[in-house]
């Protein structure tokens, strides 16, 4: 439950990030900048997701 707990914190995090990153200015130069930003978040996101996800369902599986 833990795990769940720190994952479902990590993942309101970045995306409360995500939403900051849309709601700023859009000059040239910063999108760009926030576009990067915001694919590299949700691509970290999702490595975590599956990783975390594959872990937990293992510690779940010997746990029972």
């Known amino acids: 439950d833990s795990?769940?707990?720190?994952?479902?914190?990590?993942?309101?995090?970045?995306?409360a990030e995500i939403a900051q990153l849309r709601g700023r200015p859009r000059d040239t130069n910063a999108s760009?900048?926030?576009?990067?930003?915001?694919?590299?978040?949700?691509?970290?996101?999702g490595l975590v997701n599956r990783h975390l996800g594959k872990e937990i369902w293992e510690i779940e599986k010997t746990a029972k």
């Open 3 to 15: 795990l769940r707990r720190g994952f479902l914190l990590l993942r309101r995090d970045i995306e």
């Open 32 to 45: 760009d900048t926030h576009k990067a930003q915001e694919e590299k978040l949700l691509h970290d996101l």
